[in-house]
């Protein structure tokens, strides 16, 4: 079934370079969590109540829009609230706590089936594997994917996890990660012995190395105090690799598949960096890339996220990400409320490409690389909602920055 992505956009004018945060920010912030309240659903036949609206394209008939009840953006949106609420406003903060509340009442139907502490991109409830695609979602029965990593850490990290759990899980992380005879064949060579957390909990699923996966992982870890081990070491290695190679930029696909766009690969090394110190000693170089990239970003929602990743590594040339100018236009957030036509974007717009399942990411080396940007094995996965919560995430860490909070 064709149907069409019913999002309206904010579009940002680029800034000039002597541009601050607007006294406007506040407004606009308070703007951006009315959104997200109201595109969030209190009951529907597809989705669970709290969740959120996901798309899917598959890469090979782009012009095909189906919607998908993965919880992984309405995960991200929560983890990117509760990064928030220290600088929200009271006002602000009791709206950020009612969507919250609403969405972790989603998350039981997404957990392991057997009581495992992981989580899985579908529901567990009852066999899913592609919602609504013409033929995928016949074999949901013997193709549900197994549970993962980035996923449980996600999830995790907005719901809060008692620290015996934490621990549990870290066992469980550290029992799928690549070690002797599960070696990483998909990844690059100088890293593929390296002892580093896999994508996946799968006994039989082949071992991925994912940057932006591991980056998440590494974060979650970090978060909940756990003691770093062998494992937790290796996958330091492994970003430092790929941040030393600066194949975030030459190779973002075959670094991380999941998030295989230099922007957006640079926004979750630059999460964890603005917040742990493993990779300290590329920050000035990590910095640098950020800034040519937002100076060369014609997507106003790559200058966000670019934005965004320089404010968390303290310059201010973040602040300079957009202008304080905002307007109707194609872009950036969502707003389904403003009684304009529901059809004002297709899919053939290309909205904000921020993550993607691909297929080829199981493959081993040399197959992986030739495959790698076949459409055949790409899909698409678009949340106009986590639009609203990345501008979110960029106008209150930019008040905060321009206002010292």
């Not at 197994?146 to 549990?168: C, E, M, N, V, Y």
């Not at 066992?171 to 002892?195: I, W």
């Not at 966000?304 to 968390?312: M, N």
Request: glycine share 6%; proline share 7%; net charge positive.
């Amino acid at each position: 079934m064709r149907r069409r992505l019913k999002i309206w956009t904010l579009a940002m004018a680029l800034a000039p370079a002597a541009a601050m945060a607007a006294p406007g920010d506040s407004a606009l912030i308070a703007q951006c969590l009315h959104r997200l309240a109201v595109q969030q659903l209190r009951k529907d036949s597809f989705y669970y109540a709290g969740m959120f609206r996901t798309y899917r394209t598959w890469a090979a008939s782009p012009g095909t829009l189906r919607e998908d009840n993965a919880i992984f953006y309405t995960g991200l949106i929560v983890f990117t609230l509760r990064q928030l609420e220290p600088l929200l406003t009271e006002g602000e903060r009791a709206v950020c706590d009612s969507i919250v509340t609403r969405a972790l009442k989603a998350y039981p139907y997404f957990r392991n089936a057997n009581g495992r502490p992981t989580f899985n991109f579908w529901p567990t409830d009852h066999p899913v594997f592609f919602p609504n695609a013409t033929v995928l979602s016949r074999f949901r029965r013997s193709k549900q994917i197994t549970d993962d990593l980035d996923d449980t850490s996600i999830l995790w990290l907005g719901a809060g996890i008692p620290d015996s759990t934490a621990r549990r899980l870290q066992v469980l992380m550290d029992a799928h990660a690549a070690g002797p005879g599960h070696r990483a064949n998909s990844t690059y060579r100088a890293v593929r012995d390296l002892p580093a957390y896999s994508a996946w909990f799968g006994i039989r699923t082949p071992i991925e190395l994912d940057a932006g996966v591991v980056a998440n992982v590494l974060y979650f870890l970090r978060d909940r105090g756990l003691t770093p081990d062998a494992h937790d070491s290796a996958s330091v290695r492994f970003l430092a690799y790929v941040v030393q190679k600066r194949k975030y930029w030459t190779d973002p696909a075959f670094a991380s598949t999941y998030y295989p766009r230099t922007p957006v690969l640079l926004y979750h090394l630059a999460r964890f960096m603005g917040r742990f110190p493993d990779l300290d000693a590329y920050r000035g170089q990590v910095k640098a890339d950020l800034r040519e990239a937002m100076a060369g970003a014609k997507d106003g929602m790559d200058r966000v996220i670019l934005g965004t990743s320089l404010l968390r590594l303290g310059d201010t040339a973040g602040l300079r990400a957009l202008s304080p100018r905002l307007g109707v236009a194609h872009g950036v957030g969502a707003r389904p409320d403003d009684g304009a036509s529901p059809d004002a974007l297709s899919p053939e717009d290309d909205p904000f490409l921020f993550y993607i399942a691909n297929i080829a990411s199981l493959f081993p080396n040399p197959i992986r690389r030739m495959a790698l940007h076949n459409p055949l094995f790409i899909y698409h996965f678009y949340s106009p909602a986590y639009n609203d919560a990345l501008l979110l995430e960029y106008l209150v860490l930019r008040r905060a920055a321009a206002t010292g909070g």
